[in-house]
């Protein structure tokens, strides 16, 4: 049975030149729209992570971001009970 909790994309945020030395409150805008940072380069002022793909709108209008490179896009199923499981767990499939 096929499942969609989420689809993810992996992202390469490039920020604005007005954010070059302000990493830290772009990372924070960039937390507070729904990216998870997996790492920063301050020296290319560049951050990579992941995000609900439905956030990518969003997140393009804020004021950091001047260009996101989505690397990779995948579809995710949380296990049952992870706070993040839309549908539940697998119906019990009917005896042969």
Do not use: W
Request: proline content about 6%.
């Amino acid at each position: 049975m096929n499942h969609c909790d989420a689809e993810i994309s992996e992202i390469i945020v490039c920020l604005t030149a007005d954010y070059a030395e302000r990493l830290d409150d772009a990372v924070h805008q960039l937390e507070s729209a729904g990216m998870t940072i997996a790492s920063t380069d301050d020296d290319n002022s560049v951050v990579q992570g992941e995000i609900d793909t439905r956030k990518l709108a969003h997140l393009h209008k804020l004021p950091c971001v001047s260009y996101i490179r989505t690397v990779f896009t995948y579809l995710a199923d949380y296990p049952p009970g992870d706070p993040r499981d839309l549908d539940g767990p697998d119906a019990e499939s009917p005896a042969a």
